[in-house]
């Protein structure tokens, strides 16, 4: 039973609740109001964790019964189904069932932490605690976890999101961009990372470098025309690369300086920051020339593209390779607000990612 201090804290009790105080209306629907919340608070935590450890000891029912049961081989693989429909109740559906297996199968020092309430030892190294598993994530974040089959992938967005502490909708996000591949070969990782923090968001995020595995091309043969007709052909995918607010406006927009038309590959507007973003890509390593393209192109829209509550247009030139001084150079004195990244086609091995992890975890 909790103590009169621990109910103090969950219900927001003031100090001297006990004693009689004349209230106004405006402190009584206050005080009510601050009550409700953090009641409600409170229950929708508990509920959360019941959840989560009722779904932990169901997966382990049913793996009990599948290593041990007396009559398990009447029902072999059809063992969910058979139980879903068996059961026949509200919410504890096949796919319920097979989640709570697949999750009790994964975490193993969840069992340890129920039967024994001792958190993992040092030597658990990439294990995120059990306490932290059930009191941080709810079960719907797990099963979003649960898809990655890489356990150093799991620890990654465990970790991240008790950090950064992501809704489902973000965390289903963060892993469709493949974040863990992308922090595991960014030159940056820190930065990277600072940005996935939905308390702490940056202006613009420019990711270095972007990942394109997704559309299918080889590293060793393909043009500009072939990267974006990949990139238009798998937008969705190219948009939640890109980040947060970016809308899709035009590809190949022409314009018409001196007498001259000009075209720029790929143009967004982003609905946060209320401005455009031109987009340049390249297929081999960065050239001054190219930035100075992109600079005018983003000088144009300045001039010729802005409307009314439109900030000014931001400029990031797409290459497979650049040189951090050159770039440094090349960008000083320029009045436009313009990046320049890095994309990859491939993913890195896991060696690499293994590593990379360790040594984020370790500092």
């Known amino acids: 039973m909790k103590s009169e201090n621990e109910i103090s804290s969950v219900y927001n009790l003031p100090e001297n609740w006990k004693e009689k105080k004349e209230l ?15 009641a409600y608070s409170a229950t929708v935590k508990a509920i959360n964790r019941f959840a989560t450890v ?10 009990e019964y599948e290593q041990n049961g007396s009559d398990r081989a009447k029902y072999g693989d059809k063992l969910i189904k058979r139980l879903a429909d068996k059961i026949n109740k509200k919410g504890l559906n096949e796919t319920l069932l097979k989640n709570s ?9 969840i069992k340890n932490y129920l039967e024994t309430g001792k958190s ?54 963060q892993i469709s961009t493949n974040l863990f591949f992308r922090s595991g070969i960014s030159k940056n990782p820190k930065k990277l990372l600072e940005g996935t923090d939905t308390n702490n968001l940056p202006a613009l995020g420019i990711k270095d470098p972007f990942s394109f595995e997704f559309l299918g091309l080889r590293p060793e043969q393909f043009t500009e025309n072939d990267l974006e007709n990949a990139l238009i052909n798998h937008l969705k995918s190219f948009i939640l690369e890109l980040g947060k607010g970016f809308c899709f406006e035009a590809r190949q927009k022409r314009m018409i300086i001196d007498d001259e038309y000009y075209y720029a590959d790929l143009v ?11 987009i340049e890509l390249k297929n081999d390593e960065f050239k001054h020339a190219d930035l100075s393209q992109l600079n005018s192109y983003v000088s144009y ?63």
């Open 24 to 38: 106004s209306f405006e402190q009584l629907s206050s005080s009510i109001e601050s009550l409700h919340e953090s």
């Open 54 to 63: 009722r779904n932990y000891i169901i997966g382990f029912y049913i793996v």
């Open 101 to 109: 297996r697949k999750f009790y199968l994964l975490y193993p020092q």
């Open 120 to 173: 993992p030892t040092a030597s658990d190294f990439l294990e995120t605690p059990a306490e932290q598993l059930i009191t941080k994530l709810s079960f719907s974040h797990i099963v979003e976890i649960m898809t990655q089959e890489d356990s150093l992938a799991r620890f990654f967005y465990e970790v991240e999101c008790i950090k950064c502490c992501w809704s489902v909708q973000e965390l289903r996000r």
């Open 268 to 278: 967004f507007y982003n609905r946060i920051l209320h401005c455009n973003v031109i």
């Open 301 to 363: 829209y300045k001039e010729n593209e802005m409307h009314e509550g439109d900030n000014p247009p931001v400029g990031i030139l797409l290459c497979t390779k650049k040189g951090k001084k050159m770039v440094e150079y090349a960008l000083a004195g320029l009045d436009n607000k313009i990046f320049v990244s890095t994309y990859m086609l491939t993913l890195p091995d896991t060696k690499t990612l293994e590593a990379f992890l360790r040594k984020e975890i370790g500092e």
